[in-house]
């Protein structure tokens, strides 16, 4: 079975960073598509942004060119690399790996304020 540990949140003012890792253990990591989510208070959980297994990303429209998630395979890990922090991105953040189309690992969370 696929765990997924998570480490790097916090509290952070508006305008900072943050940068959030997410280890996998029990699978070939290499092999999978790699996902952060998040979910404010009150709203359903979001797509944040995407990466393949060969590298290509994709991020929603609300985190475009501030966030960045990237992968080293060599330590089973994935990384959001979140800069311009706005109050609006407080939440739980997810990391998700997706063994199939239908078949998804989750990480506990960790969560992420931005307050002045």
């Known amino acids: 079975q696929v765990q997924l540990v998570q480490s790097g949140g916090g509290l952070v003012q508006p305008g900072g960073s943050l940068r959030l890792s997410c280890a996998a253990s029990g699978s070939i990591f290499s092999i999978y598509p790699m996902g952060w989510y998040r979910q404010a208070p009150g709203k359903e959980r979001e797509l944040v942004a995407t990466?393949?297994?060969?590298?290509?990303?994709n991020y929603a429209d609300s985190v475009q060119g501030r966030f960045t998630i990237s992968r080293d395979n060599a330590k089973n890990t994935v990384y959001l690399q979140m800069n311009s922090l706005k109050s609006e991105d407080t939440a739980v953040y997810y990391c998700k790996l997706s063994a199939t189309m239908r078949l998804h690992y989750w990480g506990r969370g960790t969560q992420v304020t931005v307050s002045s």
């Open positions: 990466i393949a297994s060969g590298g290509p990303t």
